[in-house]
């Protein structure tokens, strides 16, 4: 049972954008930076936020992150259909150690 | 280019024990963390645990203290994932990843492929 929270699912038409939430604690996001991940259907995840808003080489800037307090944000922007995947936002959380706690996960769907 | 490898598919019976290989190329090995990250099917993410391996200093997760282990072999840059008294939740693809550890943040890249552990009688 994960310790952030993130909606399960969120939709947009291609070229909108959507925003995904991770939602936790002092404990994790609070005190610490946060990753962000993709996974295409049937592939691995693959790393797109690190240190709350930067991006990996590779990584279009269509995608965002940002940080306040003990929630952490995602912006897709200019949809695509090729966004369509599930989401994760990750940190540590010092409420047990060692413990890098993933959020729930969120579907995105390109209408 | 950096790349996690892992070994194939495995089936074992409730009680067994599996351990997935997981090579790596493209970097130098002991110079960043192996970590072990599981998913059931349909579920989310479950991190299991770290190991460095240039000292071979491991961390796990409290669900799975005492059932797992994380070891290397330096001369062939390859980490392993040992979970012993297995039981059919178990059952789920496992991914070894690249950590970067930084002053209150950590990151995962790349992924290995994953491997898929069935556990069934």
Same mark, same amino acid.
């Given at each position: 049972?994960?310790?952030?929270?993130?909606?399960?699912?969120?939709?947009?038409?291609?070229?909108?954008?959507?925003?995904?939430?991770?939602?936790?604690?002092?404990?994790?996001?609070?005190?610490?930076?946060?990753?962000?991940?993709?996974?295409?259907?049937?592939?691995?995840?693959?790393?797109?936020?690190?240190?709350?808003?930067?991006?990996?080489?590779?990584?279009?800037?269509?995608?965002?992150?940002?940080?306040?307090?003990?929630?952490?944000?995602?912006?897709?922007?200019?949809?695509?259909?090729?966004?369509?995947?599930?989401?994760?936002?990750?940190?540590?959380?010092?409420?047990?150690?060692?413990?890098?706690?993933?959020?729930?996960?969120?579907?995105?769907?390109?209408? | 280019?950096?790349?996690?490898?892992?070994?194939?598919?495995?089936?074992?019976?409730?009680?067994?024990?599996?351990?997935?290989?997981?090579?790596?190329?493209?970097?130098?090995?002991? &110079?960043? *963390?192996?970590?072990?990250?599981?998913? $059931?099917? %349909?579920?989310?993410?479950?991190?299991?645990? !770290?190991?460095? @391996?240039?000292?071979?200093?491991?961390?796990?997760?409290?669900?799975?203290?005492?059932?797992?282990?994380?070891?290397?072999?330096?001369?062939?840059?390859?980490?392993?994932?040992?979970?012993?008294?297995?039981? &059919?939740? *178990?059952?789920?693809?496992?991914?070894? $990843?690249? %950590?970067?550890?930084?002053?209150?943040?950590? !990151?995962?890249? @790349?992924?290995?492929?994953?491997?898929?552990?069935?556990?069934?009688?």
């Amino acid at each position: 049972q994960s310790v952030l929270t993130q909606p399960p699912s969120v939709s947009a038409a291609p070229g909108q954008k959507v925003t995904i939430s991770c939602s936790g604690s002092s404990s994790n996001i609070g005190n610490n930076y946060v990753s962000w991940y993709q996974q295409l259907p049937g592939t691995a995840p693959k790393l797109l936020i690190y240190d709350n808003n930067k991006r990996p080489s590779g990584i279009p800037d269509r995608f965002s992150g940002s940080k306040s307090g003990t929630s952490a944000t995602l912006g897709i922007t200019g949809l695509q259909t090729g966004d369509e995947a599930d989401y994760y936002c990750g940190t540590w959380d010092s409420s047990l150690s060692p413990n890098y706690v993933f959020g729930t996960g969120t579907k995105v769907t390109v209408l | 280019q950096v790349q996690l490898v892992q070994s194939g598919a495995e089936v074992k019976k409730p009680g067994a024990s599996v351990k997935v290989s997981c090579k790596a190329s493209g970097y130098t090995f002991t &110079s960043y *963390d192996i970590n072990w990250v599981r998913q $059931a099917t %349909g579920q989310g993410l479950e991190w299991m645990g !770290w190991m460095n @391996p240039n000292s071979g200093n491991t961390g796990y997760a409290q669900k799975f203290q005492g059932r797992v282990t994380i070891t290397r072999n330096t001369s062939i840059s390859t980490a392993y994932m040992e979970l012993s008294s297995l039981r &059919s939740e *178990d059952t789920a693809v496992y991914y070894c $990843a690249r %950590g970067y550890r930084r002053v209150r943040s950590y !990151w995962f890249d @790349p992924w290995g492929q994953g491997t898929l552990v069935t556990v069934s009688s």
